[in-house]
């Protein structure tokens, strides 16, 4: 009896092998279903999701040679930016403090502060995918307060420039141009 299970076996097995090849490739599975698109933040939604309201604090010192009767100058600006929800206007308020000792030996301690209206520009930057954002800053003159008064240049003048910032982790760095060594961080 275990010879004729034996050959009954071996006689249904390639039919068998035929029928289980012919249903699994006569039935494709369906398709998968495609996955959803994957949203990228925009440039201005992720530097306005860190913060609203950026500030930058830079100093400078140095030596001017004759013909200024200024010697040795120390300067501390710092710059707000509060950034717009829509459009390209942000508001830019400076306060900046320097400090000047003449060659005749008289010393000069002013402050200047005033607002004014740039132009930004958010994008990505094509090299690395980081957000970016465009200053653009106009020419803005301001009085300075100075102790003891006849300081003789009673106007500081800033001239207009524009600067490209990369947001690296939370603060907005300058990368261009080369030379621009602002840094600003989120303060709301």
């Known amino acids: 009896m275990n010879q004729r299970r034996t050959k009954a076996a071996q006689a ?18 369906p398709p998968p279903k495609p996955l959803p ?4 933040e925009s ?3 992720e530097v306005l999701r860190i913060g609203k309201k950026w500030q930058a604090v830079i100093g400078d010192r140095g030596f001017r040679t004759a013909p200024s009767p200024i010697g040795v100058f120390r300067s501390q600006k710092r710059s707000v930016l509060a950034m717009p929800d829509s459009g390209s206007k942000a ?3 400076l306060l900046i403090r320097e400090s000047f000792s003449m060659r005749n030996g008289r010393k000069f301690s002013c402050q200047s502060q005033g607002r004014r209206k740039v132009t930004v520009r958010f994008a990505r930057r094509p090299t690395s995918g980081e957000a970016a954002v465009e200053l653009i800053q106009p020419k803005l003159s301001l009085q300075r307060q100075c102790y003891p008064a006849g300081f003789q240049d009673p106007v500081l003048v800033l001239p207009a420039r524009t600067t490209r910032f990369a947001l690296k982790g ?13 840094r600003y961080i989120p303060i709301e």
């Open 12 to 29: 249904t097995a390639p039919l068998v092998l035929i029928l289980g090849a012919a249903l699994s490739t006569g039935c494709p599975a």
């Open 37 to 40: 698109p994957i949203e990228v």
């Open 170 to 182: 939370d603060q907005l760095l300058a990368y261009e141009p080369k030379t621009d060594k602002r």
């Open 91 to 93: 508001e830019e308020d």
């Open 43 to 45: 440039a201005r939604t």
